[in-house]
């Protein structure tokens, strides 16, 4: 199945793999109104799906995931439109985070500004060796909005959101490693097998487990360490309402590989 948008891919790579690519490589990805919504609507055909199990979202071409929001649009830019952007990029990120499978940012170069945030909107972050990150709004007068300040204080700390945000620093993949930004570096010939390999290995998981699991780690973030445990606990013992878990129990004593529903 592959669904054609104006400037977005949604495909299907194997049995419930999802690989959303923003597909305007000649604007390095930039993130136009339109390409907003589309990402939106995308998202929504993935959620609607109930056998989709991993979502990979990467950018066309070798040089960018997304060189940030679509600079053109900010000249003459009203107030209230801005808010509107930013409100409409939060909700992509937000549907990213809510998504109740595993959601996966294959950056493969690029990833400025509100490329950056929605990166950072996706569970976790892989990245070719060429990767480049920064929020680099300050150098346009303005500040992030899809999120970007606060995610990205959340993964690398106070400060050095601080430092990045206000000098909009560009760094490698390699730092943003170093800062936790980003989980595994690939060199770029690589990347896009090893995002395969991963999603095949996520799509095998027990679907209500992992979206528990997903549930926990981001609701837990905002609760205090007490009743994020206490949500952690009542999920576990959800999960005891499902066919997969004695299934997953059954198969280890048996000594053969689960094979799991999503029921
Ligand atoms: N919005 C709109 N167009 C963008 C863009 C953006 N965020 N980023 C890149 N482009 C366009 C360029 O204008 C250029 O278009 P053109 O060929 O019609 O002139 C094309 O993409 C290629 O970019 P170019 O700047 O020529 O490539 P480069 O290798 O010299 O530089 C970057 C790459 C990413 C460093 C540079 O494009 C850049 O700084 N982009 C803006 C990043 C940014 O500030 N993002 C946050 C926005 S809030």
Sequence with gaps: MTTQYQNIILEQRGEGIYLLTVNRPRQLNALSADTICEL????????????????LFTGAGEKAFIAGADINQFKGLSPLGARELGYAGQGVGSSLESLGIPVVAVVNGFALGGGCELAMACDWIIASDNAKFSQPEINLGIMPAFGGSQRLMRLVGKAMAMELCLT????????????????????????????????????????????FIKKVLQDGQNMSL???????????????????????????????????KGI
């Design 168 to 211: 909009g620093r560009m760094i490698d993949a390699e730092e943003a490693k170093q800062l936790g930004l980003v989980n595994h570096v690939y060199a770029a010939t690589d990347l896009m097998g090893e995002a395969m390999k991963l999603a095949a290995t996520l799509a095998q998981k027990a679907p209500v487990a992992s979206k």
């Design 226 to 260: 007490s009743d994020a445990c206490t949500l952690e606990v009542e999920l576990f013992s959800q999960c005891f309402t499902t066919a997969d878990q004695e299934e997953g129990v059954l198969a280890f004593l048996e000594k053969r590989k689960a094979t799991f």
């Design 40 to 55: 939106a609507e995308a998202i929504s055909v993935v959620k609607a799906d109930k056998q989709a199990r991993v979502l």
